[in-house]
């Protein structure tokens, strides 16, 4: 006999701040969090379509939209929802963790820009498990709407993409594509988030001029650096890790955006290979404040990302699967599935700050006297924009390949007018091309040193 089938869609666009006071089970749910995390971001750094570029994403906003859906999951794909987004290492009730979390993150401030919304547009054509209606109302507090997804799932595809536009600040415009939302589809679930903060040591926009970034040993391109001077930053050099760490505060000194730089200017995929959330958490505690000269690149970037194949990767199958799929929390009966899995997240760094949102849809169908350091963010490295008060990973990022500043062009150091002779005098360039040679710098104590190459 065939089975009907049906499918849920869920999306989601996060980032969170949470508050002293909180129990112990939002602080394990913080460490599950994190730890996905990094297991999210190796399964997309090791996606083909994403090698050689740059990643940004939000796990917490994929982990918070998966809780709505973990909360009607039964039987096994409960137990590798769980296993997959490392819910069963949290003792206590997952969902009263979010609801801390979430009411945590909806406390007004001056200091930044934060709003959080949750909802469920369910079929009106489908009965939803008033006790899961309940749930998401309560622990999630979801705005409940009913839609006309059977005869016109593309107007509903459209008023859900433009709620969501609405709670991103128009920077998630499409989170659900066209034919996602189909007459089958009972419910969509939408976590949206967005965040906007200000430096609490803004870049002076005159010092911000291009300057070289190295994409490889061998390319490189001129890209708008941003430069601050002057200021204490807490920073550590990570010896293990083979890289610098510098917390870069927003205003307020609630919420940070960290980058980890290579110590080489090829080092990132070895940073990556050993990159855990107990190594950037050890990372940021041997940190210490001091004078740290700072130099960045303006970058902004989307990305989108089908969760669909890493989830399944992570373990989470049957979630996928007719017949196997058990979300009978949701409405009673084995017809749901999950039949799309979607995440997107954008991201704005400049002088004055951050701009971030995310979107997720899953379908179911020291020394004494302290010398200025420089941190010169010259080549490809991480960054996370992370909670302090409980640890909480807000969104995580690589940046292989910044905007190019305009007017100039990507070169190789085998060109005819190879790019490090704009840094130097024409005899010496011209010495140097004669020696068949070129150079790299390197960030030292005492500023920029040159290598022959």
């Given amino acids: ?265 090829i080092g990132l995929s070895a940073l990556e290979s050993q990159i855990t959330s107990a190594s950037i958490n050890a990372a940021i505690s041997s940190m210490y404040k001091q004078p740290v000269g700072v130099s960045m690149p303006k970058f902004k970037m989307t990305m989108q990302i089908d969760l669909k194949d890493i989830l399944k990767a992570l373990g989470m199958t049957d979630a996928f699967v007719p017949n196997l799929a058990d979300l009978s929390g949701i409405d009673g009966t084995r017809k749901l599935l999950v039949s799309a899995a979607v995440h997107e997240a954008y991201v704005d760094v400049n002088e004055e700050g951050t701009e971030a949102a995310a979107a997720t849809g899953v379908g179911i169908s020291v020394t004494s006297i302290q010398i200025p350091k420089t941190f010169k963010a010259d080549h490809p490295f991480l960054f996370f924009i992370r909670e302090k008060v409980t640890g909480s990973i807000l969104f995580s990022g690589r940046v292989l390949d910044p905007p190019k500043a305009e007017g100039t062009a990507t070169t190789t150091g085998s060109d005819d007018n190879p790019s490090w002779c704009e840094d130097l005098p024409d005899w010496l360039c011209d010495l140097m091309k004669w020696l068949g040679c070129g150079y790299t710098t390197r960030s030292s104590s005492d500023g920029d040193v040159l290598f022959p190459q």
């Fill in 1 to 265: 006999m065939a089975v009907s089938k049906a499918r849920l869609f869920l999306g989601v666009v996060l980032l969170g701040l949470s508050q002293p006071g909180l129990s112990s089970v939002t602080d394990e749910l913080v460490a599950a969090n994190n730890d996905f995390a990094m297991d999210l971001y190796g399964q997309i750094k090791n996606d083909p379509s994403k090698a050689g570029k740059n990643i940004f994403f939000s796990a917490f906003s994929v982990s918070s939209a998966l809780g709505m859906v973990y909360a009607g999951s039964r039987g096994n794909t409960k137990t590798q929802m769980g296993t997959a987004m490392k819910f069963d290492s949290v003792t206590g009730d997952i969902h009263d963790g979010f609801l801390q979390l979430f009411t945590a993150f909806n406390d007004p401030t001056n200091n930044y820009t934060l709003s959080v919304a949750n909802a469920l547009f369910s079929s009106k054509d489908y009965t939803i498990l008033q006790s899961y209606i309940d749930i998401v109302k309560q622990y999630y507090l979801s705005f409940v709407k009913t839609m006309d997804f059977k005869s016109n799932p593309e107007p509903s595809r459209t008023y859900i993409n433009k709620w969501v536009a609405d709670h991103t600040n128009q920077k998630i415009k499409e989170l659900f594509q066209q034919g996602t939302i189909s007459p089958n589809t009972v419910v969509a679930l939408v976590n949206a988030i967005y965040f906007k903060g200000l430096w609490k040591e803004p870049f002076e926009t005159k010092y911000t001029k291009p300057d070289t970034f190295f994409l490889s040993a061998t390319k490189t391109k001129k890209t708008n650096m941003m430069n601050l001077k002057g200021k204490k930053f807490n920073y550590a050099e990570v010896a293990n890790l083979g890289c610098k760490i510098i917390e870069l505060p927003y205003d307020g000194d609630e919420v940070s955006m960290y980058i980890l730089l290579p110590d080489e200017t």
